[in-house]
């Protein structure tokens, strides 16, 4: 398979890890187009046999903290998402299913960054322990304490959203 084919092919989950770190649809498709232009730039620094995603992560993620800081400095927010985004979905199941996926994503966006960032490489992208904390540049232990108290975290806002 070619880069471009590959990359292509983890494209979703991409958008997903994006979307998880800006906490908005809009800046997380922005993040996840400048990630995919600067490894497809750096295209030659990715080392075949390795994991695509992982080495996609790792950029996406300096990309964020470097916008992060940017932000900081000018004092900057971002808009809340729209609130129409969802108009047009049909019938009391996808009704629900869309209820229950805003409270999960309220739940999400409400963790610290770093139990945030632990669980979507972990839980909804399915790294491995080892994989997720090559990713965040992080012991394995710091890492399955972020999982830890992410999840009962979760559990706790779940609760709550119920």
């Avoid at 400048?34 to 996609?56: C, N, V, Y």
């Avoid at 993620?61 to 900057?76: G, P, T, V």
């Amino acid at each position: 398979m070619s880069f471009e084919r590959d990359l292509l092919a983890i494209l979703p989950r991409l958008r997903r890890f994006a979307a998880s770190l800006s906490r908005d649809r809009a800046d997380g498709d922005d993040l996840c187009q400048a990630a995919l232009e600067r490894g497809l730039k750096a295209r030659d620094q990715w080392q075949p046999g390795t994991r695509l995603d992982s080495w996609m992560y790792r950029i996406m993620r300096n990309l964020w903290i470097d916008e992060a800081r940017a932000r900081q400095r000018a004092a900057q927010t971002f808009a809340p998402e729209e609130a129409g985004a969802y108009v047009g979905h049909a019938g009391d199941r996808d009704v629900e299913a869309h209820m229950m996926l805003s409270d999960v994503d309220r739940a999400m966006q409400a963790l610290p960054q770093e139990q945030r960032e632990a669980i979507a490489l972990v839980l909804v992208e399915g790294l491995s322990y080892k994989e997720a904390a090559a990713v965040l540049g992080v012991p394995m232990g710091t890492l399955t304490s972020r999982l830890v108290r992410g999840r009962g975290a979760l559990l706790e806002l779940m609760g709550e959203a119920a």
